[in-house]
Structures are given as C-alpha cells and as structure tokens.
C-alpha cells in the first residue's frame, strides 16, 4: 500500500513519483497506490488520473475515510496477488489460467480480470483474441477502457481507418480521456495525416500539459511538418515541465538546440548543448548528445567534424545498449553530415535490433 502526497515539497511531485514507477515496472495490479492531495487545479487532477493511482484523498480526511477506503480497496486487490505474480514471471499461461478460474467463480473484479485477460492477449500479438474480448464488453455497456482496447487491438492489425474512427469517437464523448489524443495521432500517422495528428496532439497537450512523452511527441511531429515554432514550444514545455520527470532525456535539450541555431540564435544553441552535460551528470547518452547537437549546431568544418567523429565512438561504446532514441537521433546527425550510406546502415540495425 502506497500512500503519496502530491505536493512533495522540492523536487518530484506526486504524479512524477506514480509516473516513474509506472514507467519502471515496480509495481503491479496488486499494489494500492493512493494519491493524497489538498490541490484540486486541473493541471495536478489530469497529470495525476493519466497514470491512474488506485484512488484519491482529499485533505483534510479523517482516519475512518482512510479505514474505508483501504479496506475497500484489499478486499478488490487481495484477488490479484496471484495474478500479478504470474505476470510478474512472464508465465501467461498461468495468468490466465488464474483470471479464467476467478472469472468462473463470479469474481466481484470481474472487470479487472477481463481487462487483464485482453491485455494480456495484446501483449502476446494475439490480437484479434483481445478484439473479441473487447467486443463482448462493449456489447453489454460502454466503457472507455475497452473501447480504447478495441481501438489498439484495430491498429496493430493495421486497420488505421477503423482504429482512427474508434478513437476519434473516444475524445467526441470523453474530451478528457487522454490515451484517445496519443492513439488517435499515432493512427493518423500511419494514415499519412500529419497535420491533424499535429492537431490531436497540440488539443492533448493543452488539457494535460504535464505529460512529457506527449510534448515530445508533438515537437518531433511539428518538426516533420515544418512547423518549428510549434516544436520549440513544445520541447520548452517538456524542459519545464519535465524537470524532474523519468522522461527527462538529453535528446530534447538537442533538438531545442538544432531549431535554436536554424532561427540564427547561436549563443541560445550552444546554451542549451551546455545544459545537457548540467542536467545529466555522469549519464553515458549525454556525454554522445552533446557530441551530435555540436556537429549539427557549430559553424566550425573542424569542429563539426570531430564532434562527429567522438559522436560515432560513444555510439560504438554504447553497442546493443544504444536506444531506438539513440539510433534514429545518430542517423539523423550522419545525414546532416552528408553521409547518408551511414544514416541507413544504422536505422537498418536499429530496426533489425528492435
């Protein structure tokens, strides 16, 4: 049982603390995550329900509404511990076998065992399983983490138009329903919409800006579209904002860079290739990000090309620990470069790696 206030004092906040415990797999659908908070202003509410705490207390409270709440919510998690462990040691066969047989005794979780059972069958590709499942909910009543569900099991059987129009009715009847604005856009991409995708995500970020992932998300998006300043607005906001979020990461203060020395503001590039070493001490991917933003931002052929050159060894220092990230963000470098045999070389083993 966790208990988490959101205001933390310096530092992370609350929904930062869910966030990276979320994003690092140190806890399960058997552990109770309470969010404790006396703010109620719409930037903590939708930063906090996107990573979904098991429920929420308002201060003041009193130690029977604590009582309530926790004894409510063992009773609910108590059917899970077995579940979670079988998860846990990637044996889903058992998993399932555990959600069936609770399922056949009329389980009060009836739901959560549902949702993991579709998760699950997502996360073994068995997708038109998880659209089965989803269906046979949605059948009986609406409810949005299933139809989301419904949305992914679509897209990853590369059924964009039908995945697209599931998720645009998602946002028409939940405009707070977050995960609706980063697959809808994820869809409209590979239906070559750029710019509404741009759209759905500049809509997202405006009602849940806290969100870094998604402010990343747009800039790269805006970028590809020729819309800089909308990438720069973006990547300011994921800096600020993501200050101390586990999505902090060296390749935004890189490419905030890279469109600061397009726009002519050269000091302002360099400033930001300095914070990257200032704010990621003694981080092997910082020391190669600061290497790839000076040879894409210096105007100096010498320069340029030994940043190049020390880019390329930390990239053959990292190896197999090299991110998808690392990859794409080196090719990029390699044809600014000019090399473009080398920018392919590397997306094709990042590709065959991932």
Not at 28 to 48: H, K, L, Q, S
Not at 314 to 339: C, E, N, R, W
Request: charged share 30%; hydrophobic share 40%.
């Amino acid at each position: 049982v966790i208990l988490c206030d959101y205001n933390l004092g310096e530092g992370r906040d609350g929904q930062q603390v869910l966030e990276e415990i979320r994003h690092r797999k140190l806890i399960g659908v058997g552990t109770i995550f309470i969010m404790v908070t006396a703010e109620n202003t719409r930037v903590m509410v939708m930063g906090a329900v996107e990573y979904e705490p098991d429920s929420y207390l308002s201060k003041p409270f009193t130690k029977d509404l604590l009582g309530q709440r926790l004894s409510n919510l063992l009773k609910k998690k108590a059917d899970l511990v077995e579940i979670e462990q079988a998860i846990d040691d990637y044996d889903f066969d058992l998993a399932n076998q555990l959600i069936d047989a609770k399922l056949a005794q009329n389980s009060k979780n009836h739901n959560i065992l549902v949702r993991l059972k579709a998760e699950l069958a997502i996360q073994e590709r068995n997708y038109n399983e998880a659209a089965k499942i989803y269906q046979n909910i949605l059948e009986n009543r609406e409810i949005v983490w299933a139809k989301l569900g419904l949305g992914k099991s679509q897209f990853y059987q590369e059924n964009y138009a039908e995945a697209k129009k599931i998720f645009s009715e998602l946002i028409r009847d939940n405009e707070r329903f977050m995960a609706a604005y980063d697959w809808l856009a994820k869809t409209q991409q590979m239906l070559d919409e750029l710019e509404d995708a741009q759209d759905v995500l500049r809509k997202g970020v405006v009602l849940s800006a806290k969100a870094i992932p998604r402010q990343k998300a747009l800039a790269e998006l805006a970028l590809k579209n020729g819309d800089e300043k909308t990438a720069e607005k973006a990547l300011g906001q994921a800096i600020t904002l993501g200050k101390h979020s586990i999505y902090k990461h060296p390749s935004i203060y890189s490419n905030i860079a890279q469109i600061k020395a397009k726009k002519g503001l050269q000091d302002d590039a360099e400033r930001y290739v300095r914070a990257i070493a200032k704010n990621f001490k003694d981080n092997p991917e910082a020391e190669l990000y600061t290497a790839i933003s000076n040879s894409m931002i210096l105007q100096d052929d010498e320069a340029v090309k030994q940043n190049m050159q020390k880019a390329a060894d930390l990239f053959q220092d990292l190896g197999g620990k090299a991110s998808p990230q690392i990859a794409v963000d080196m090719a990029k470098a390699y044809t600014h470069a000019g090399d473009g045999e080398k920018a392919k070389s590397i997306l094709h083993q990042a590709a065959s790696n991932n």
